[in-house]
């Protein structure tokens, strides 16, 4: 091998777009000003690797004034695929669209990226040597930043979702990504915190679990949530305890249904329903099942009397007229 490269030239070796920059630093030694020179070159290996390498180059003039090239090579591959994958890292954490907030190994923020800035409405200059502490939304419980904190020391990462306040006082959910960063010791040295914001997801969410649980036209809950509740309040009924249920259907509605137009009839349903809800306390239940078809759970009673006087309560707010559209409407109503 040795053989071979002192019958080539160096040039042979020299990546094609690397040639300009090597003939420019021979050039350079033949002035009579020339001074040691430090350059960059990529070399073709023989096995098809690329070499990044360091060139520092002298002269040396000869007895016959001629001139000696001294070149000292150095390989600085690992260098610079060392500085290429920083800066690849920079580049993703600048242009990632997830949030991203370093930490130190006390939980002090040392550098955030702009997604973060965008998300949340700090600067990077107003986060500096804070702590995460200043995003709590107040959500939740002491309990459970400690099961995140005692996550990310016995596992070394956590995972799942926080309601935090952004800068300008609005609640806002997000999917947070905690990693722990240790030295070759296995000794933290900082906390990556990645997180998206969810929250649009969560309302999308919430409106669905409504649309499943609860009537959409008078906003009570339906057959299944009821079904549940009815469960609950079975369950948790006392041996001195009582509780009622009582099915209640509207009289004349279907007429007025008819008459005044399904859109009148909605309105109606809705009266109703705000009616019988604001009679009963927090404790009791009602449910729509269809139609013009309602259910009460009355739990905590002490009587029949009791149970009696709470549904003649409901019959009475429903016989007073109800003025839907203009219209002077009058419904009853009958208990099972």
Not at 198 to 211: A, D, N, R
Not at 259 to 278: C, F, P, Q, V, W
Not at 304 to 317: F, Y
Request: charged share 25%; net charge negative; hydrophobic share 35%.
């Amino acid at each position: 091998m040795e053989t071979e490269l002192k019958s080539e030239p160096l040039t042979k070796y020299i990546h094609p777009d690397d040639q300009s920059i090597f003939a420019d630093m021979l050039t350079e030694q033949e002035l009579p000003l020339r001074k040691n020179r430090r350059v960059e070159i990529r070399f073709l290996h023989h096995q098809g690797l690329l070499i990044h390498s360091e060139i520092a180059m002298s002269t040396l003039q000869t007895e016959d004034r001629g001139l000696q090239y001294i070149t000292l090579i150095s390989d600085i591959t690992e260098r610079k695929q060392a500085e290429q994958q920083l800066s690849l890292a920079a580049s993703v954490f600048e242009h990632a669209s997830e949030g991203i907030m370093i930490t130190n190994d006390q939980g002090l923020i040392i550098n955030v990226n702009q997604a973060f800035e965008s998300l949340t409405g700090y600067k990077l200059k107003e986060v500096i040597g804070k702590t995460p502490s200043m995003l709590k939304s107040g959500h939740h419980s002491e309990e459970f930043f400690a099961s995140m904190w005692h996550s990310l020391r016995q596992d070394k990462h956590w995972r799942g979702e926080v309601w935090n306040r952004n800068k300008s006082g609005e609640i806002y959910a997000e999917l947070l990504n905690i990693a722990a960063v240790q030295n070759r010791h296995g000794v933290t040295t900082h906390y990556v915190s990645i997180f998206s914001d969810i929250t649009q997801l969560k309302e999308h969410q919430h409106e669905l679990e409504k649309m499943a649980h609860f009537d959409a036209l008078t906003q009570l809950p339906n057959r299944v949530l009821l079904s549940d509740r009815l469960k609950t309040a079975i369950s948790h009924c006392q041996p001195s305890e009582m509780m009622a249920i009582a099915y209640i259907d509207l009289d004349e509605f279907k007429p007025i249904n008819d008459t005044y137009g399904h859109d009148t009839g909605d309105l109606l349903l809705i009266e109703a329903s705000k009616r019988m809800r604001n009679r009963l306390d927090k404790h009791n239940e009602l449910a729509r099942l269809g139609g013009d078809e309602f259910i009460v759970i009355l739990n905590n009673l002490t009587s029949a009397s009791q149970c009696r006087k709470i549904l003649e309560e409901l019959l009475d707010t429903l016989s007073h007229p109800f003025i839907i559209r203009q219209q002077t409407l009058t419904i009853s109503a009958s208990i099972g």
